[in-house]
């Protein structure tokens, strides 16, 4: 029993270390490569990515992510996703979904209003004033329909996507639900409010 032991233990050793010679790193490309290896259009994701965060390299810290970069050979999109996934989690520890979408909704919104009051062209201003009217209706409906979040699935993802889309500079459709939605169904009561709560004249 004892030969037959040392045996299989001597056996186990021999096809262990033929695996690591198999399997060294000769056999693997480098990791900088693993890059050139990825789908076309995970390339243009990570391109996308890279670009964005180029744009905004304070917010990004993008000197960080290059350096990571520089140092292991993995793209800067992938550090990105990891520390957004990070504190996603961290997030979601604390305050579940509602507090998820609610950052996403208004950070990035918040940030791009600061700029508008900076820049002289006029046309930011009204996107983003029209983007907080369309926020404030909403979030006046969800407190008062907040009995319907349970019943309704994805509910905080469908809203995630609904604010993405409100304010993407490539749909803007916040936009779109102003005069759409509030300019014809809405704004007729304020007006008449505003008519009303103006002081009449006295007839001689």
Aim: aromatic share 18%; net charge neutral.
């Amino acid at each position: 029993a004892r030969l037959d032991i040392a045996s299989i233990t001597a056996t186990i050793k021999f096809s262990l270390s033929r695996i690591a010679a198999t399997t060294s790193s000769e056999s693997f490309p480098p990791i900088n490569q693993y890059t050139t290896m990825t789908h076309p259009q995970v390339q243009q994701v990570i391109q996308k990515v890279d670009e964005f965060l180029a744009a905004y390299p304070t917010a990004c810290q993008y000197d960080r992510l290059r350096d990571l970069e520089k140092k292991t050979g993995q793209p800067k999109a992938s550090f990105a996703f990891f520390f957004v996934a990070l504190f996603s989690s961290i997030m979601y520890g604390f305050g579940g979904m509602k507090l998820i979408s609610d950052v996403i909704a208004f950070v990035y919104p918040a940030y791009m209003s600061f700029k508008a009051i900076d820049s002289p062209d006029p046309t930011d201003d009204t996107q983003w004033l029209t983007y907080w009217v369309v926020f404030a209706l909403f979030s006046i409906v969800e407190n008062v329909m907040s009995f319907l979040v349970s019943w309704i699935p994805f509910y905080y993802l469908i809203k995630v996507c609904f604010f993405a889309w409100l304010y993407h500079p490539k749909f803007v459709g916040a936009g779109l639900v102003y005069k759409q939605v509030i300019k014809p169904f809405v704004m007729p009561y304020f007006q008449a409010f505003e008519q009303q709560a103006k002081p009449q004249k006295k007839e001689d």
